[in-house]
């Protein structure tokens, strides 16, 4: 069966620092995969998505950056981050070709002080 | 770009009303699927719809897209606290199946 990791789960930066979030799938090949941010008590705000190895579309000018260096594994960088980086990250996956299923893994609570 | 809008923002019911959310865009959808979000937790995907004036049903959960694929709706019959959560619908994009777009969310609140 498919599993998907993210860390770290929570993590309290200060402003101006790097940022790394990490996020891998098992149990699939060659899979669609997915950054989203969600602000307290808001939606989800697309970042990147990612169809294939070093394949990265970026939907929002920001600070944010995203690699995807094996095929089941996919980061989120930041150089410098800003307090309006602060949110819940969330990665997820989804069938090669997007069969309309969308698997999230438990997210990432960044704090920016 | 496409865009799906959500209304309510939140709503609040009594144990046992009923509860519906709407998901409108201003342009044809592909597809549009539906999810639940508990506080504190993580996007749960609970069903996809394709066709035109599609209903589908899961226990208390009723599913409608719209025949002009402009929108959808989501009704659940007598809430119970476990519906308690944000629902959202969500759509792959025309031009881009990949790109997956999340309206803003309902939160719904039941109060005993």
């Known amino acids: 069966s498919q599993t998907i990791h993210q860390w770290p789960a929570t993590l309290v930066q200060p402003v101006g620092s790097p940022l790394s979030l990490e996020c891998t799938v098992e149990?699939?090949?060659?899979?669609?995969l997915y950054w989203y941010r969600q602000a307290a008590g808001r939606g989800l705000q697309l970042l990147f998505y990612?169809?294939?190895?070093?394949?990265i579309s970026s939907e929002v000018p920001q600070n944010l950056s995203a690699s995807r260096p094996q095929d089941r594994q996919f980061i989120l960088s930041s150089k410098k981050l800003l307090l309006s980086d602060s949110g819940f990250y969330l990665c997820?996956?989804?069938?090669?070709?997007?069969?309309?299923?969308?698997?999230f893994g438990e997210g990432s609570r960044l704090t920016v002080l | 770009g496409q865009q799906v809008m959500q209304i309510p923002q939140y709503q609040h019911v009594q144990e046992g009303e009923d509860f519906t959310t709407y998901c409108n865009s201003s342009?044809?959808?592909?597809?549009i699927q539906w999810y639940k979000q508990r506080p504190g937790g993580h996007p749960v995907f609970l069903i996809q719809?394709?066709?035109?004036?599609e209903v589908k049903k899961q226990k208390r959960l009723t599913f409608q897209f719209g025949e002009a694929k402009k929108n959808s709706s989501l009704h659940i019959t007598a809430t119970q606290t476990t519906d308690v959560g944000t629902y959202f619908c969500?759509?792959?994009?025309?031009?881009?199946?990949?790109?997956?777009?999340f309206g803003p969310g309902t939160s719904l609140s039941v109060i005993p």
């Open positions: 997820a996956w989804s069938n090669e070709g997007y069969t309309g299923e969308l698997f």
């Open positions: 149990g699939t090949s060659n899979p669609n």
């Open positions: 990612s169809v294939g190895i070093g394949q």
């Open positions: 342009t044809t959808l592909s597809n």
């Open positions: 719809l394709v066709k035109s004036g």
């Open positions: 969500a759509s792959g994009q025309k031009t881009s199946y990949d790109k997956v777009i």
